[in-house]
């Protein structure tokens, strides 16, 4: 009862809260559910607004849960519009929509509009998936198309997610605006490095090639990455990973899982965060070296 008053209240303030819901009929309805590939995804509605719960299907992904939120609120600090906000809903916490009641899930607010997989417009073919090769050029040509790409590629480098296809990118024509979900798996390749790899070897003619436009989105893109870095030291996350990692009862109910892997995992994990931070700063510099120079042209 303790527990459920506690994941109550937190949803009141997160959820609630943060839209100007009248919260004090708390009456979830079932509304429809969704076997995904990856994932089990129910849409519910709270006090006349629907929300999702998401649960990874399979046990091996269970760092998922940690990652959805920690971006959420990494994302929220740079801009409280950019992505979904998510909330966790801990291995012991009943909810509906949860599919396997003893492991972890989440809730998502619904962003508006639709994927670009699932729409006709001009951006059909972005292409901001970073995952194995990293930042290329062709991303600089698409931030420097919409004034949202910048920051979502900034928190995709500073967050190491690897999946941000088409799928996971939503746009509302009707705001002309664009959000990131799912951020359920980071801190796989490191995006930051990997940026800094590429862009040094881009050479002088492509640099000179640069159009305004994209000179502008390289700026906001470091202007950015100045902002996350600033915000988010590589312990507080850290630690933020830790706490969620508790949160989320996954040690307590982890007994799937070989338990030498998951604490392998999560120390890898700390030490990516702790790397990707170092090498965004870095990454900082190289933009600004091009930018100057371009700006100087
Ligand atoms: N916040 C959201 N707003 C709108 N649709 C969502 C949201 N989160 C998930 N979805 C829908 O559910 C699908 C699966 O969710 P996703 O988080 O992408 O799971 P997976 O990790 O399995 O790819 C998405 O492709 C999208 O259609
Ligand atoms: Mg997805």
Known sequence: MKKQLIVLSYLVFHVFFAHSVNF??????????????????????????SYITKQKRQCSFFLSVVYDV???????SLDNKIAHK???????????????????????????????????????NINLRQAIHGFTREMIYWMSKHKD???????????????????NLFYNRKTD?????DMDLLFESRLARLAIYNLRRMS????????????????????????LVDQHDAESMVQLFDTLIEEAG?????????VEM????????????????????ELIVVLSHIVDTSLKR
């Open 86 to 124: 998510v909330i966790l809903i801990p291995a012991s916490q009943k909810f509906l929509g949860k599919k396997y009641r003893d492991w972890p899930a989440t809730l998502h607010t619904i962003v508006p509009g639709k994927s670009i997989l699932d729409q006709r417009s001009s951006y059909s």
């Open 204 to 227: 002088s003619s492509d640099i000179a090639g640069l159009t305004e436009k994209e000179v502008r989105a390289l700026c906001r893109l470091r202007t950015m990455l100045e902002r």
């Open 177 to 181: 605006s664009f959000y990131a979900i």
């Open 250 to 258: 996954l040690m307590s109910s982890c007994s799937y899982l070989n």
């Open 70 to 76: 920690l971006a959420s609120r990494i994302a929220e």
């Open 149 to 167: 790409l910048p920051a979502i590629v900034a928190l995709d480098i500073f967050l190491c997610n690897h999946d941000r296809h088409r799928g």
């Open 262 to 281: 998951v604490s392998n995992t999560i120390a890898e994990t700390r030490e990516k965060i702790r790397e990707n931070y170092e090498d965004t700063k």
């Open 24 to 49: 004090h009929a708390y009456k979830p309805l079932f509304v429809r559910h969704k076997k995904k590939e990856f994932c089990y995804i129910s849409f519910v509605d709270i006090n006349g607004t």
